[in-house]
C-alpha cells in the first residue's frame, strides 16, 4: 500500500491528493540553489493566509518592508547572485604563510632564514584579529547605512503613493493645503463670533431663569443625523443630495465632519444639523442615504445616529463634592474663576472676539457657571475637566461637564494652570510663522484669480453680434453679452472651475505632506519580521527625505529573551520547590486530649419520631 511523506498508509483513491499536496509543497528552485535565499512568495504556515492591512492599497503586499535582520540576508544573496560578492573578513588562519610553497630561494623556510626577521606566530594572530575586527566594524556601518537607505526610500514612496491617490480628496485639500486650511480657520472663527453674539443676547445677570441651557450649542438646539462618509465623498455632494429629496425653501443644512480614521479605510463621520425637522423624520425611515459622487456613481452612505434636539433642563448646576469649609470652597472657586477668565481671553485674542466687543470682557462680572458656559459654547472647552474639545465633539453628543469643586472628580486649578501655559506658549510660535504663513497664501489668491480668468476665457466664445456662447459640449447656452456668461459659468458649471483651481494647489499640498512629521491620516506600515514574529505594524515620521520607520525585532527579540529568561527562573524555583518522595522524613505527631472541656463536642440529642 502507498505511504505519504510521513509514512503513513494512504488508500489508493487519495493518492493523487497526496501527490499534489507533496508537489505544492516541494522548495523552491532558488531555495534547492542556495538555502538562504527568503522566498517573499511563502506562507509562514500552510493553513495560514495574509490578513488584510489599512497600508495594503499603497504597497506592493508581495514586496512589504524587510527587517534588518531579513534585509542582510537578502542584501547578501542577491549581491552574491549579482556578482558582486562581500569580501570575507581575513582571519588569523589565512594569514599564516603556507609552509608547503616554498620559494627556491629559500625565503620562505630554509637558506636564508637567519637573515629575515620573523615574527612571533602570536603576534601574527594578534594583528590578524585586530584586521578582522576592523572589518567586521567597517561591514556592519555600511549595512547599516545601506538599510537606513533602503527603509528611507521604501517610506518615501509609501507617503508618494498615499499622496497620489488621496490628492483630491475633501479631507486631505483641507488639511494641507495652506489656503483651504485658511478659508476652514475662518469659518471657524466666523461661527464662534456668532455664537458669542448670541451667548451675549441671551445671557442676563439679573434673570436667574436665562442662565438655563446657557451651555447648550446652538447646534445642540437642532436635531441632528450622523452618517458614516467614504473619503472619496465631499459634503458638497451629500448637501446636494440631501436638497435634491426635500423641495422646500428656506432649509439649513449644517455639517460639521470628523477627522478620518486610517485604521477604517479612512472613513469619517460626518453629523447633519438642519432647521427641518421634516428633513430627518423622512430619513429616519431609511438605513441609507443615497449620493452621487464626482464620476455619477451611486453610493450609500449608512445612517449611524440620530438625535433630537437637547433638553437645557439636563444642563447640570455648580455643586460642592464632599464636605469642606465654605471659606475653602469660595476661594477655590474664585481661583478656578480667575484661571476661566484668563483661558477665555487667551483664546478670544486668537478668534478676533476681544477687538468686537463680543468676548469674555464684555460680561459685567461673570461667575464661574457663566464662565464655563461661555467656555464650552463658543471655544468648545470643558472646564470640568481641563480638556479641548472640536465642534465636533459637542454635535456628536459630548457629555455636559460636571461642576463640581472639591473631591477627586472636581475641577482641578493645576490642569487650567497647565492648559493656560500651553495656549499661552502655543500662541507665541504660531505668531512667529503668521507671516510667512500669509505671504503663501497672498500667492495662492492671485494664482487662483489667474486660473478663473483664464478658465472663463477658454469656455466663452464670443459671435459678432457681441453676444456669447457657453463653450460646453453638454450647454451650448447663448446670452446677450459675456456678463451674463459669466454668470452662468459661476453658477452652473463652478463645480469645473473648482476642478481646475484645486490643480494649482497640489504643488503647494505636496510640500506640506512630505514636510509633516506626524501625518495623522496615514496608516501604519506594515514590516515583515519573519516567520518568528510574522507581520508588524509601525509608524512612520519625519519630513522627506528622511522618512524613517523603527525596526520593531530588536525589542521583540529582548522581550522573547526576557521571557525565556523568566520562564527558566521559574522552572528553577519549581526544581528546588520540588520533593522527592524518597527523600521524604516520616514525622510523628502526638495528639493530646487533656485541655479540652467538656463541653466542646455537645452530643446531639435524639428527635423523637412522631406517631
Sequence with gaps: MAVDEFGREIRGDQVDKVRKRARSHSPSPASTRNELVYDRDREYSRSHRRRQYPCDPYIDANKPLFCKRLWAREYRI???LDGDNVEPTTSAEEMKPDESKVEDDGVMGGGMENDVDEQPEQEIAA???????????????QM???????????????????????????????????????????????????EAKLFHQQYNPE?????????LHSYERLPMMSLDVPCRISEA?????????????????????TDVDPLQSLKRTIHIVTNDDGLLDSLSRERDVEVQDADEKRTYLRIIGMRRPVDASLVPALTLSGIMDVNEAAEIKQKLTTLSIMISRALDTDTNLATNNSGIDALVDPDLEVVAAYLRRVHYFDVASAKQLTLSDIVGGATLPEMKIGGQSGMDVAKLSAFLDHITGTEASMSKNLSGTNEVIQEMLSKEEMVKQTWVSDHSVLTED??????????????KSANFLEKHLFKKHFDEMKREQLKMHDDYIMKQWEQ?????????????????????????????????????????MLAREEQERQHI?????????????????????????DKLAEDAFPIKKKKKKKR
Design 78 to 80: 542577491d549581491n552574491i
Design 127 to 141: 594583528s590578524a584579529d585586530d584586521n578582522a575586527n576592523i572589518d567586521n566594524t567597517s561591514l556592519e556601518t
Design 144 to 194: 547599516n547605512e545601506k538599510y537606513n537607505k533602503y527603509v528611507e526610500e521604501y517610506c518615501l514612496s509609501y507617503i508618494r503613493s498615499f499622496l497620489n491617490i488621496h490628492l483630491d480628496d475633501e479631507f486631505f485639500v483641507d488639511e494641507y493645503s495652506p489656503l483651504e486650511k485658511h478659508r476652514k480657520l475662518e469659518k471657524l472663527k466666523e461661527l464662534k463670533e456668532n
Design 207 to 215: 434673570d436667574s431663569q436665562s442662565l438655563e441651557g446657557l451651555m
Design 237 to 257: 455632494m451629500i448637501q446636494e443630495s440631501l436638497l435634491k429629496t426635500q423641495a422646500r425653501d428656506g432649509i439649513q443644512i449644517h455639517m460639521v465632519s
Design 466 to 479: 457681441g453676444r456669447a456662447r457657453c463653450a460646453f459640449r453638454y450647454c451650448t447656452k447663448l446670452f
Design 516 to 556: 509633516d512629521n506626524e501625518r495623522k491620516c496615514l496608516p501604519l506600515l506594515c514590516i515583515d519580521c519573519g516567520p518568528e514574529f510574522g507581520i508588524k505594524e509601525v509608524v512612520v515620521k519625519g519630513s522627506a527625505p528622511k522618512v524613517q520607520c523603527v525596526d520593531p525585532e530588536p525589542e521583540l
Design 569 to 593: 527562573e521559574r522552572m528553577k524555583q519549581q526544581e528546588l520547590s520540588r520533593v522527592d518522595v524518597d527523600d521524604m522524613v516520616e514525622e510523628k505527631v502526638e495528639l493530646k486530649f
